[in-house]
């Protein structure tokens, strides 16, 4: 826990001097072309003033670290509202689409990955071999445009952009989500089928398998009560990291899908230099990708009671 806040201070202090080694002016790009010929100089400055961006980079950090401090992310240049109340509005989105896809991804990748290898070499273990490594070479937004053109365009069975909250209609909301959640699965879900296949197969060779077997217990016994929890270790790490893998994958798959989530904010704000937005996404991210790793390290001790004494 203590490395993950080292880790929160270092991505601050990156994505703050990153931004604003990055070409571009907030205030101009938010003036516009059109503006600029009908404001004077003194009037861009004093703009700069109120968001503070006429101080020393270090004074900045400092001062934006200070209000993080008390809970408050900054300002956006680009819609002058605050960064909290935008990321508020965007994060309940992202999550609602990340979990449905983390959870799927665990529920379909973990028996796939079984079924590989209980059945290795045989039609199963082939297909989902071949699925697999479909699933984790084709990039995200090229699957993406294929659902589109397919699900979308051609047979017209789902909408190909926007979003509708569960608690508003939850039919649509499932009917809007299909698309965006089959893109952010695919990668999860086969990543994780490999793996549980090679942690399979390495358990499964072991004598209190053999034993197990000997003793007569029906094979799914033997493969759920000890092939499974010996073997998930090096599974639930990866699961963590698919949490990262997802919030990446968002930026896109929002992008693709015109979905307003955190990825779609990130790479709005990104584009019209807006500071305080772009770190504030990227501080969530962050913080979320820790905590993951921090739960995947607790969970280690509840799945294998040996860790607990190390």
């Not at 907030?26 to 003194?42: C, F, H, K, T, W």
């Not at 009917?175 to 490999?194: D, E, F, G, K, N």
């Not at 990130?266 to 584009?271: E, G």
Request: hydrophobic residues 50%; positive net charge; proline residues 4%.
């Amino acid at each position: 826990m203590l490395q993950g806040v080292v880790i929160i201070f270092i991505v601050t202090i990156m994505i703050f001097f990153i931004m604003r080694a990055l070409p571009g002016d907030p205030v101009i790009v938010y003036l516009g072309a059109d503006a600029l010929r009908n404001i004077s100089q003194e009037e861009i400055e004093e703009m700069r003033h109120e968001y503070g961006l006429d101080k020393p980079v270090v004074i900045q950090y400092i001062n934006w670290v200070a209000d993080l401090l008390k809970g408050d992310m900054g300002t956006s240049v680009l819609n002058r509202t605050k960064v909290t109340a935008e990321i508020s509005r965007a994060l309940p989105r992202t999550i609602f689409l990340g979990l449905c896809s983390w959870v799927l991804s665990i529920i379909l990748g973990i028996p796939l990955g079984t079924i590989a290898a209980t059945k290795r070499g045989k039609a199963a273990d082939t297909i989902v071999t071949f699925i697999s490594n479909i699933g984790i070479t084709a990039p995200v937004f090229w699957i993406g445009i294929l659902l589109v053109l397919l699900f979308g365009l051609k047979l017209r069975w789902l909408p190909i952009q926007g979003y509708v909250s569960p608690s508003v209609d939850l039919g649509e909301s499932i009917r809007y989500a299909v698309l965006p959640v089959v893109c952010l699965t695919l990668h999860p879900m086969c990543s994780i089928a490999r793996q549980t296949r090679s942690s399979m197969l390495e358990v499964i060779r072991q004598d209190y398998i053999r034993t197990a077997r000997s003793k007569g217990l029906r094979e799914t016994a033997v493969i759920l009560r000890h092939a499974i929890r010996n073997g998930i270790i090096p599974v639930v790490t990866l699961i963590g990291m698919n949490i990262r893998q997802i919030f990446g994958g968002a930026v896109l798959v929002e992008s693709v899908f015109n979905v307003p989530g955190m990825g779609r904010l990130a790479i709005t704000a990104l584009k019209s230099t807006d500071y305080a937005v772009v770190q504030g996404c990227i501080l969530v991210i962050s913080i979320a990708v820790v905590l993951s790793s921090v739960l995947v390290d607790i969970s280690y001790g509840w799945i294998d009671p040996k860790l607990r004494n190390m």
